[in-house]
């Protein structure tokens, strides 16, 4: 998990990059641990510090431990015919892990493919999604650490890619938080997008570590669609620690997706 700071409107707040690890190291001085950490560029308008949690653990095949498919779903209302994704829709939502310790989530796009974060394989020689009940093994066929977005090859059998949207988010409209945190079980939480900040969505939907490569989700007439990646959640410093904000998680937006799956294409 990536702790990026920055300054806005005078005040430090945090990006934290949500990707769960098997073990935890704290590195609280970017600085003095050059060459000790995988760094992520991080959006922002001012990058003024970075911490690196991090797990060392030797993993040669992903934890057993990530086989919970319990379901979590939080403050749930209709908004137009979308009561919230449907089985169909979450089961797009997948674990991945890479051979370094990290475990995320990632989101099946286009048959055959699963987007997720650069930050959660970033450093990793071997990449597993998991597809029904047992992790396989995937390969990385594009990646931009800009804009923390990478591409998965593995085969998806019969799931339902879910499409990107097009479109923008409105003020305040509903969207769902999809992924796997900690390592565990599919969890879903509700919110409603704030906003659009260089090209990362703001919303209200929580997150937590293990996320990241998630999707964050709207809905269109019972429509499904892809709005965003789930990158982090934000998080301010008190003392000599960070709090986890709850109601406060980033995505890539679906037009910053869009660019880099066009590019790639080429």
């Known amino acids: ?21 098997m ?8 600085a003095a641990a050059q060459g000790a950490v995988r760094q992520v560029s991080v959006e922002a308008d001012t990058v003024i510090n970075a911490a690196l949690h991090t797990g ?3 993993l040669t095949r992903p934890s057993a431990a990530i086989r919970s498919t319990s379901l979590s779903v939080q403050d749930f209302s209709l908004h137009g015919r979308c009561a919230g994704p449907d089985a169909a829709a979450l089961a797009a939502v997948l674990p991945v892990a890479t051979d370094h310790g990290s475990h995320a ?7 055959g493919r699963v987007l997720t974060a650069a ?3 970033q450093g990793a020689s071997h990449f597993f999604v998991r597809t029904g009940r047992d992790f396989r ?7 931009d650490h800009d804009a923390d977005l990478a591409v998965l090859a593995i085969d998806t059998g019969n799931i339902r890619p879910l499409p990107l949207s097009n479109t923008d988010l409105s003020s305040r409209e509903r969207v769902w938080a999809v992924g796997f945190p900690r390592a565990k079980g599919l969890e879903m939480s509700a919110g409603v997008f704030q906003r659009l900040d260089g090209g990362a969505v703001h919303s209200s939907a929580s997150i937590d570590s293990g996320q990241s490569g998630g999707g964050l989700l ?24 960070y709090v986890k904000l709850n109601n406060h998680s980033v995505s890539v937006a679906a037009g910053t997706i869009h660019r880099f799956l066009s590019a790639t294409a080429r």
């Open 1 to 21: 998990m990536l702790i990026s700071a920055r300054i806005a409107g005078g005040s430090a707040w945090l990006l934290a990059l949500s990707v769960a690890a």
């Open 23 to 30: 073990s935890t190291t704290t590195l609280a001085d970017t």
């Open 56 to 58: 060392n653990s030797a």
């Open 105 to 111: 989530s990632g989101v099946v796009f286009a048959p």
């Open 119 to 121: 930050h959660a394989v």
């Open 137 to 143: 093994r995937a390969d990385l066929i594009s990646v």
């Open 218 to 241: 709207s809905c269109d007439r019972g429509e499904y669609a892809i709005a965003g990646m789930l990158r982090g959640y934000g998080a301010y410093r008190s003392g000599d620690r």
